[in-house]
């Protein structure tokens, strides 16, 4: 409630409005008439994705609830939102054959689009089963085929849950689940996945989980298209965050950890750690150039120009931590929990490219008493703001050290400049 009142306080949201009593949303732009959001830019971008035959049409999806999606027409440039979904949101993914088509992962379910977005239809996942922080992926070569990574609590009463997979053969309508780790798992939680192209019956799934003996790393490979898989941990030491697969080798297929990008030529079997530093959250290959490979990590990103040995470190213009990776050639987009970022050379330079999304999570705000045009703003995990005009523009503040989000913002009522915080929770 502190929250919600702080951010409509200063207009920070629009007012929302949903369709329930079906399962069928519409998702039109309704404002009340005398609030606009004014921002700061940016937001948690969880998902972020192209439309295959044009990679200029790009879509993203918020972390929030409800989820937020937007999408952009000329390269990132600028952003409209679509669509305001009755869930958090995770992920996105664009049908290869059809651009009409997109699926936007929620929390027990998963939204459908077959008109870019203007209209929804939500099919949940089965029973007790959930993304949280879960990805979505299509089949490159049969669009009714889609794999989510989640969850499902397969003792209720206990509240114990294990990894899980979970597949679709009907473009979406309904789902399977298939158990992962199970065997004694108090908790267990399949966050990433990866369809091979060349031959989509190979399906990877990382993740971890919880027993007796303690906290697992966890991957596994199915090469009959998700009815059995089997464990490739071995030669892994930390949480798979993000997995590729090459473009053109079934063979190669490259992991993403905390500490090391990890990379193997074998299908899994074996497994080689990267040489120097380099980890990440996200994971992307070039499919022009699969010599090329990037990880996003916390303000940085790590670059490969040969296959995954050997990475650089590029920093310059990111902010926040990365949840998504995207590759066309020479433009690399960053979506992390400040937003979207750009390169345009190959991930040395970055700029922030936010133009159209405002951050929907605002738990602090102050307006200068000598000065009523300046205003501080907290964008929860977006970062500290200040606008001089009243909220027509904003400037990120220096990073600073807190023990968590700002939650309240007190100005000095003589001065402007002077500003205190209190921080936690």
Not at 47 to 55: D, E
Request: a positive charge.
């Amino acid at each position: 409630m502190r929250k919600l009142i702080a951010a409509l306080a200063v207009g920070f949201v629009s007012l929302l409005f949903f369709a329930m009593g079906s399962a069928e949303q519409e998702a039109p732009e309704i404002a009340a008439t005398n609030w606009q959001p004014i921002g700061p830019n940016g937001g948690d971008v969880r998902g972020i994705a192209f439309n295959p035959q044009n990679k200029n049409e790009i879509y993203a999806v918020i972390f929030s609830n409800p989820g937020q999606v937007y999408r952009s027409t000329n390269a990132g440039s600028n952003w409209t939102r679509i669509a305001i979904l009755d869930d958090y949101t995770y992920d996105v993914v664009v049908d290869p054959t059809n651009p009409s088509v997109v699926y936007v992962l929620g929390d027990s379910c998963v939204f459908k689009s077959t008109d870019r977005g203007l209209t929804w239809t939500l099919h949940y996942l089965p029973y007790y089963c959930y993304a949280w922080y879960g990805q979505i992926d299509i089949s490159p070569i049969n669009p009714s085929i889609l794999y989510v990574a989640g969850r499902r609590y397969y003792d209720i009463n206990r509240n114990k849950t294990c990894m899980a997979i979970f597949k679709s053969t009907d473009g979406g309508q309904t789902w399977s689940c298939k158990d992962l780790a199970a065997s004694g798992s108090t908790y267990g939680q399949a966050s990433c996945l990866a369809i091979s192209k060349p031959n989509p019956n190979i399906v990877y799934v990382g993740g971890y989980y919880n027993n007796s003996s303690g906290w697992h790393s966890a991957l596994y490979k199915s090469e009959d298209g998700g009815g059995n898989y089997s464990s490739k941990t071995k030669g892994i030491q930390y949480d798979p965050y993000s997995i590729v697969c090459h473009p053109t080798d079934p063979n190669k297929v490259y992991v993403a950890t905390y500490w090391y990008i990890y990379r193997s030529t074998n299908g899994g079997n074996n497994w080689q750690k990267n040489s120097g530093a380099a980890y990440g959250y996200a994971l992307a290959i070039d499919s022009s150039n699969p010599n090329v490979l990037y990880a996003g990590y916390d303000k940085a990103i790590f670059k490969s120009n040969d296959g995954g040995f050997n990475w650089i470190e590029h920093k310059k213009g990111l902010y926040g931590t990365c949840n998504r990776l995207l590759v066309n050639s020479s433009k690399v987009y960053f979506g992390s929990t400040a937003g979207i970022f750009r390169s345009t050379n190959s991930g040395v330079v970055w700029t922030s490219v936010n133009t159209g999304i405002k951050s929907p999570d605002v738990p602090a705000i102050a307006v200068a008493p000598s000065s009523p045009n300046t205003i501080y703003a907290e964008a929860r995990a977006n970062g500290f703001f200040k606008s001089t005009n009243s909220g027509s523009s904003w400037r990120r503040m220096p990073y600073f050290e807190r023990c968590d989000a700002v939650l309240r913002i007190a100005v000095k009522s003589t001065d402007a400049k002077s500003v205190y915080i209190l921080a936690g929770g």
